[in-house]
């Protein structure tokens, strides 16, 4: 998912980035952008689990 970023000192220039990146930028001084529209978060992919060799 994405997620629209602004920086005070560069208000004309929103961002896009990933939502993992969110808090690096926001280190920076970037803000999630209140008017970005929100989607609901999906919901994790379901994990396949390992087999081991002595399953079968």
Not at 4 to 15: G, S, V
Not at 25 to 37: F, H, I, L, R
Not at 42 to 47: G, V, Y
Request: glycine share 4%; charged share 30%.
């Amino acid at each position: 998912m994405s997620v629209t970023m602004r920086h005070p000192d560069l208000p004309d220039q929103p961002i896009t980035v990933r939502e993992d990146a969110v808090p690096t930028y926001q280190a920076s001084g970037w803000q999630v952008s209140e008017d970005a529209p929100t989607k609901p978060k999906a919901k994790p992919a379901a994990r396949r689990r390992r087999q081991t060799g002595d399953e079968s």
